[in-house]
T-cell receptor, first 109, second 113 residues
């Protein structure tokens, strides 16, 4: 099956810093999403981005489908950005999302 | 407000006592799915539904049942819960699985003693 690898596994930032999270996937995909799981466990959808670039406030994402990777950019980080960021993709011929193991982000004040 | 709701949000129960976790979406989505999240194992799909009366197994369906009698609702049924079903459960929905955003519910923390 498709493999989804996220890096780095852990990241500690000072408030105001910028960061880039990476997601590599081993096969072509139709669906790629980024999620933020907050400290209360809720999964918040950030981007649906199987290709191209999108921006939403301080967050942006780029997926280069031909090279099988996606990047999530967080600028001017805030303490509320803390949590785990997941990349998830679909697996060919199945109706399920395959999640990466996540990047755990801690933003310190 | 467009949303996926789950109830209950938290539940502590005992082995063997049947329970149902409800999931409802108000976005007229055709696709719905259940996942469980466990430390070290990540999120795994339990069941999914492509439309009313159409359901299929995911990766970890054992011990669970689902039904899709109405488009908006997709309940998860545990007929005889066991401690290994202690987990964080998420319901998700979308118009089209391959081309649209999947929206996740707030999660249900289930503990089976």
């Amino acid at each position: 099956g498709i493999q989804v690898e996220q890096s780095p596994p852990d990241l500690i930032l000072q408030e105001g810093a910028n960061s880039t999270l990476r997601c590599n996937f081993s096969d072509s995909v139709n669906n790629l999403q980024w999620f933020h799981q907050n400290p209360w466990g809720q999964l918040i959808n950030l981007f649906y981005i199987p290709s191209g670039t999108k921006q939403n406030g301080r967050l942006s994402a780029t997926t280069v489908a031909t090279e099988r990777y996606s990047l999530l950019y967080i600028s001017s980080s805030q303490t509320t950005d803390s949590g785990v960021y997941f990349c998830a993709v679909d697996e060919d011929s199945s109706y399920k999302l395959i999640f990466g193991s996540g990047t755990r982000l801690l933003v310190r004040p | 407000e467009a949303q996926v709701t789950q109830n209950p949000r938290y539940l502590i129960t005992v082995t063997g006592k049947k329970l149902t976790v409800t999931c409802s979406q108000n976005m007229n989505h055709e696709y719905m799915s259940w996942y469980r999240q466990d430390p070290g194992l990540g999120l795994r799909q339990i069941y999914y539904s492509m439309n009313v009366e159409v359901t299929d197994k995911g990766d970890v369906p054992e011990g669970y049942k689902v039904s899709r009698k109405e488009k908006r609702n997709f309940p998860l049924i545990l007929e005889s819960p066991s401690p290994n079903q202690t987990s964080l459960y998420f319901c998700a929905s979308s118009f089209n699985f391959f081309t649209d955003t999947q929206y996740f519910g707030p999660g249900t923390r289930l503990t089976v003693l």
